[in-house]
């Protein structure tokens, strides 16, 4: 079992920084396939960032690539999301989900979701 708490969303003006983290709790999480999340307002969830337990392997959405940066530190069991250069469109409650499998862009390839933060960027 894996229970997972975001912190770190807000309001940001467009082209500013927001740092998310993701606690997470149960003794899976250092081998655990963790990722990053969202939805907005009437629209699917859909997937924003994933990292293997060792860090080795990192994969990005295209909308998110080259601003936004996941990392990983097991032993504080928390996962972060950078978030830099925040467009309007990136406006959205963000998940964080763990014990994911292939195809990790699938958000029904994991097991455990926190409970979202809302990120909000004005233009």
């Known amino acids: 079992q894996v229970q997972l708490v975001e912190s770190g969303g807000g309001l940001v003006q467009t082209g500013g920084s927001l740092r998310l983290s993701c606690a997470a709790s149960g003794r899976t999480f250092s081998r655990s396939i963790m990722g990053w999340f969202r939805q907005a307002l009437g629209k699917e969830r859909e997937f924003v960032a994933s990292i293997s337990w060792s860090g080795g392997s990192i994969y990005y959405a295209d909308s998110v690539k080259g601003r936004f940066t996941i990392s990983r530190d097991n032993v504080k069991n928390t996962v972060y999301l950078q978030m830099n250069s925040l467009k309007p469109e990136d406006t959205a409650v963000y998940y964080c989900?763990?014990?994911?499998?292939?195809?990790?862009?699938?958000?029904?390839?994991?097991?455990?979701w926190g409970q979202g933060t809302q990120v909000t960027v004005s233009s």
């Open positions: 989900a763990a014990n994911g499998r292939a195809p990790v862009r699938q958000w029904t390839q994991y097991d455990y």
